[in-house]
């Protein structure tokens, strides 16, 4: 009875770790790897603190919002995720995102924005752990690398763009279009603030040169430091350098997000924008951590619900929507984090930030804001993807232009859009027309091979051998039907076609109509039909079809060479080859 009663608490411990992470990681846990934690988590919230606050900056939010992104979404996703590295918090693609989607309902900055991005930050949690729960992951399968490589680059030149008024210190109104934006900072050249430019270029320099030195040095939070004791010592605020002034102090308090259904279906399709991209930039950088670290396995769904519900518990206490950064998450891999405990640490070191430190924030430049989004950016540029691309497969770097050309032009949601249509068209273009090969036999073995890569193989004057690698479906099957009608028909001294169906792995009842017309069509013309390799689910629906018994089962078989010599041996063939 005890052993029962152990096994069945056993099990409920399982399913409470495979819910909650958290526990599962803390298993052996030791002072040691609790050391490392604390260092990983203070190193990636001493990042955190100036990256917050640029990226709230960038979202068109104040920047307190973005201290709030590095609060209770940290907590939560220490819990519910499955990473034990991953790095949540407010990123440059989501916040000009944000600022993309939601500037077109209400002024950046205002009351009602705000209202409206702490609404959307809710409505992406909720579908990202929808999402989780359906187990509707392989949606964001959707998006290829080429698209989204494409889609970072141009939001890398977007977000750099937006920066320029911050960098010259000009007023620049928000336009729709970059090279709007360009042409005006262009026409205005003459009012730059060249402190505002120093600032900002020295804050570049000095982060650079810390990075080469040593990547675990906060050079955001020591340019901050810097910039502001200057500013406040010299009074550059007075010379036209603007800077933050006032950041409201003490923890955010739990609020309800305004939710009306009018608005809620006008900000939808930035919601699921934001929603998709967040899902593939958390999962793909998770899987980056994974392969680092072989002690655990990343569960896609659950970091679906885990993100999601790290952003639903944000909402309510008013945090900016965050995402996975690749950045922080690399430095917190590097600082030693062994657990999501690190992520806890983090989040408590904003906790004493946002209580003690953000009037000390006052006399921050913007430009040095500024600096840290341009730094940033740096790695969204894909043009290692683009060079692979070219020597790999220029289809998909034409992809990558396309959305890269469609995003920068068109808008973001409208470069994404034509991005994923472009993803599906391409999949279902390479799946109505699947590789095929004509096989031979490789001399002295039973092996089939294709001719166009093996010179050696050998074929029959009166044999054609195809293998389709591919499922056979409606959308390929008049393919099918078509290659094997243009064979036949080009060399009429063919009398038996070998289809190979090891990697025909599926057959819907189009596929099962185009057959049947295959093997109806070389009856006609006196041509037998053979098929070899045929896998256990397409056997059984060869059978129920009706097809099996049709073709007959002396024209079934397990292997390719056995159909062929079962040919040869009903027919009093012997094996005479032709030039392949």
Known sequence: MCAILLRANFRKLNKIARFFPFIESLKGYSRSLFRSDVSAGLTVGIMLVPQGMAYAFLAGMPPIYGLYGGLVPLFLYAFFGTSRQLSIGPVAVSSLLVLEGFRQIAVPGSAEYVGLVILGGLMIGVLQALFGLLRLGFLVNFLSHPVLSGFTTAAAIIIGVSQLKDLLGVEIPRFAYVHETIGYAIQHIGETNWISVVVCVSSIVIMLILRSISRSI????????????????????????????????????????????????????????????????????????????????????????????????????????????????????????????????????????LVFLTPLFYYLPKAVLAAIILLAVRSLFAWKDAIFLWKTHRKDLVMMIITFLATLVLGI???????????IVTVLYKSSRPHYGILGRIPGTTNYRNILRFPEAKIQPDELILRFDDQLYFGNATYYKDVVKNMTEIDPNIKAVFLDARSMHDIDSTGLLALSEIHT?????????????IIGPVRDLLKKAGFWEALGEEHIF?????????????????EVTKDS
């Open 413 to 423: 949601q409208l470069g994404v859009l034509i991005g994923v249509v472009l993803s």
């Open 218 to 353: 906060p050079g955001a939070l020591i340019v901050v430091i810097i910039a502001t004791l200057v500013t406040y010592g010299f009074r550059l605020d007075l010379n036209g350098l603007e800077i933050i002034k006032n950041v409201p102090a003490g923890l955010p308090a739990f609020e309800i997000p305004g939710m009306d259904w009018n608005t809620i279906q006008t900000i939808f399709p930035t919601v699921l924008t934001i929603t998709v991209i967040g899902v593939v930039e958390c999962i793909s950088i998770a899987k980056v951590m994974e392969a680092r670290h072989k002690e655990y396995s990343i569960r896609p769904n659950q970091e679906m619900l885990a993100i999601g519900i790290s952003k639903i518990g944000g909402a309510f206490f008013q945090a900016l929507p965050t995402s996975g950064s690749f950045t922080r998450s690399a430095i917190n891999d590097e600082a030693g984090g062994k657990t999501t405990i690190s992520s806890i640490i983090t989040a408590i070191l904003i906790a004493l930030t």
């Open 558 to 574: 397990r292997d390719i060479h056995d159909a062929v010599m079962a040919y040869r041996e009903k027919n009093n063939l012997s």
């Open 521 to 533: 069509r070389l009856q006609d013309m006196g041509i037998q039909l053979y098929i070899g390799c």
